[in-house]
């Protein structure tokens, strides 16, 4: 386990989506349908239609919100509060992971691309709440998404964080490239490792690389 490369970070920067929850709790399916919903009101589109934007919207933008932003001029907040309203039961509480982060030394921070507020409702449903120092959403990098340079910038700044002492947890390989550039040490946590020059370090077990670190 590569401890000495961690030696340094005093700022750990978690994503929330398949990061702190296995992708096979499915919980981001349901916000997909959701969001798919959304636009075919939204836009009076047909529902193939509506998943055909939304997926070329992710790709494209970085989010589906982004490029409803920016090409329909779409308002963020009803958006956001109709996407993040879910079942949260898939999500079973890990006290494995929550004590392996709550080992780790300095700020333990999450930065996603959903809102605070829902962030706050999965950490409590994955027995997690109250264990970090700050939850920050898009709506903190003024809706810019991840994996904008100019969104991480944003939060970075406004957590007060150095990013060259610092590490970052995600699930998107797309979202791992600003970090790298600005210094962080980057870990992708999937099922399948990725080789590319902006990905330090993979894992498909969070819990038990951050109990590696430590011990």
Same mark, same amino acid.
């Given at each position: #386990? ?15 989506? !398949? ?6 709790? $499915?919980?981001?399916? +349901?916000? /997909?349908?959701? #969001?798919?919903?959304?636009?075919? +009101?939204?836009?009076?589109?047909? +529902? ?58 300095? &700020?333990?921070?999450?930065?996603? !691309? ?6 706050? $409702?999965?950490?409590?449903? $994955?027995?997690?709440?109250? %264990? ?11 809706? $810019? ?5 100019? @969104?991480?910038? &944003?939060?970075? @700044? ?5 990013? &060259? ?9 797309? !979202? %791992?490239?600003?970090?790298?550039? #600005? ?8 099922? /399948? ?10 894992? @498909? ?7 590696? %670190? &430590?011990?």
């Amino acid at each position: #386990m590569p401890k000495l490369a961690f030696a340094h970070v005093d700022t750990w920067v978690f994503d929330l989506d !398949n990061t702190l929850y296995p992708p096979q709790m $499915r919980l981001f399916d +349901q916000i /997909e349908t959701r #969001m798919t919903r959304y636009v075919m +009101q939204a836009l009076d589109v047909s +529902q193939a239609e509506a998943d055909s934007l939304r997926r070329r919207y992710w790709a494209e933008y970085g989010t589906t919100l982004a490029g409803l932003m920016r090409v329909h001029d779409l308002d963020p907040g009803p958006y956001l509060d109709w996407v993040h309203e879910i079942d949260f039961t898939p999500l079973q509480a890990d006290d494995a992971l929550r004590a392996a982060i709550a080992a780790l030394p300095g &700020r333990k921070i999450i930065y996603t !691309n959903g809102t605070a507020s829902y962030a706050e $409702r999965v950490c409590v449903a $994955r027995g997690l709440g109250n %264990l970090f120092d700050a939850i920050y959403g898009v709506e903190h990098a003024g809706y $810019r998404p991840k994996p904008e340079a100019e @969104a991480f910038s &944003r939060i970075f @700044a406004r957590d007060g964080c150095d990013p &060259r002492s610092a590490a970052m947890f995600e699930d998107d390989p797309r !979202n %791992l490239a600003a970090p790298h550039d #600005m210094g962080l040490r980057t870990v992708l946590v999937a099922p /399948e490792p990725i080789v590319a020059a902006h990905i330090d370090h993979h894992t @498909a077990d969070l819990g038990g690389f951050l109990h590696g %670190l &430590r011990g």
